[in-house]
């Protein structure tokens, strides 16, 4: 469908090239009937025709300033100096000046310092061929040194002014580039810690709270039946949740903070050494993780194969926090009563699996409940910062996740997710 009339007339109207056209028309008439002599009355077809001569390349120099900032001034300042040259020599009488402040503005505006000095310097050339040629041809003997005081009170306030202007708007557009800039990369930044601390909140206390209401719910079902581990299962619950909590003040502080960018990293890190455990967890925890599972009523075995290799707190993070997920989906997906097993090979690679046969008493609705449905995209990019892989799909009746981390840096890769659990 084609575009509505006064739309187009709008568009039309806001193209540059009709204000470039606009302004190269409005600066060449009044310097036609400014500075030459052929537009006075009695002025022959010849002089007419050798001012448009002139007059046509200047236009069409500042139809195109903006494309072609250098050729158009250098267009513009060999059409003014060639006029004054002939004007010196012959009786045309034509010396433009006006087109030459527009060009000297652009190159100032869009060029660099360098390029605008030079700019500068030659158009000091045709200024001085007017003034030169105003005080030996139009001014009177007795009157020549008042037209030279004159002509450089004329042409160097409104040079320099061009120039000035020039290069003032160019340090202004500079300075809003950066500023935009600055905005930018502080949004991204914002932007950046959002979804880490969301990452944070899914990691630690969304699993935290997923643990305790499933073992919440295999105390109240076991109550009965074994009144002697009530306590140590309502026991256990309270410790995850006073962890939880000591995570979620953490969390909330960094949310809170109004200081810079610097100071705010500084205050995590004094966080993380005042602060203990919560920020700081690691394959050496997998343990008590493993028996809150099982506490859960989740039947878990743990494979470890090949030489444990040291491990950068960041990657051993990583390594906890993606057997964290995995365990606690089989927690709240299969349920009480399924059986899983966490593989942890030690080879050139890290290689971490969780899989589980689906076979518990899973309540989809209340699993949903505990869902975020964040969690796979979380390890996926966490996964992805240490250069590994993540895959995670249905296995036989249940559902597997399979991550492999470098034990050496390497640039970030692609990384592989299967569907969210």
Not at 26 to 49: C, K, Q, Y
Request: charged share 25%; proline share 5%.
């Amino acid at each position: 469908m084609s575009r509505p009339a006064p739309a187009r007339r709008r568009r039309w109207l806001r193209s540059t090239r009709l204000q470039d056209a606009a302004l190269a028309l409005a600066v060449i008439v009044p310097e036609a009937f400014f500075f030459g002599a052929p537009v006075t009355p009695g002025a022959d077809t010849r002089s007419r025709l050798e001012l448009v001569a002139f007059c046509l390349p200047e236009f069409l120099a500042l139809l195109y300033r903006r494309r072609w900032t250098v050729p158009a001034f250098a267009v513009v300042w060999t059409v003014a100096v060639s006029a004054d040259l002939v004007t010196a020599i012959t009786d045309f009488e034509f010396t433009p000046y006006f087109g030459m402040l527009v060009a000297l503005y652009t190159v100032a505006r869009q060029r660099g310092r360098a390029a605008a000095l030079a700019a500068l310097a030659f158009a000091l050339v045709p200024a001085g061929l007017a003034i030169r040629y105003t005080v030996e041809h139009l001014a009177s003997p007795g009157h020549r040194t008042a037209a030279l005081i004159a002509g450089i009170a004329f042409y160097l306030p409104v040079t320099a002014a061009a120039w000035g202007i020039g290069v003032w708007s160019r340090a202004v557009a500079e300075a809003a580039a950066r500023d935009r800039r600055e905005l930018a990369r502080a949004r991204r930044a914002v932007a950046h810690e959002r979804t880490r601390i969301a990452r944070e909140l899914h990691d630690i206390v969304a699993n935290a709270v997923a643990v305790m209401v499933m073992q919440a719910e295999a105390t109240r079902s076991t109550a009965c039946v074994q009144p002697a581990r009530t306590d140590a299962s309502l026991a256990r619950i309270e410790e995850v949740g006073r962890a939880a909590m000591a995570e979620l003040r953490r969390l909330l502080r960094l949310l809170r903070t109004a200081e810079s960018s610097l100071e705010q990293d500084e205050q995590r890190d004094e966080q993380r050494e005042t602060e203990p455990d919560t920020a700081r967890r690691g394959l050496a925890d997998l343990a008590t993780l493993l028996e809150d599972v099982r506490r859960a009523g989740v039947a878990v075995d743990l494979e470890v194969s090949g030489t444990p290799a040291h491990l950068d707190d960041s990657l051993d993070l990583t390594a906890y926090r993606l057997l964290q997920e995995a365990v606690t989906n089989v927690t709240k997906h299969a349920g009480p009563g399924s059986r899983a097993v966490v593989r942890i090979d030690w080879s050139e690679v890290l290689r971490l699996e969780v899989v589980d046969d689906g076979a518990g008493r899973s309540r989809r609705s209340a699993a949903r409940g505990l869902s975020t449905g964040h969690g796979l995209l979380g390890l996926a990019e966490r996964v992805a910062l240490f250069g590994g892989e993540l895959s995670a799909a249905p296995y036989r009746s249940g559902f597997r996740v399979t991550a492999t981390l470098p034990l050496t840096p390497v640039s970030p890769s692609s990384t592989h997710t299967g569907e969210e659990r």
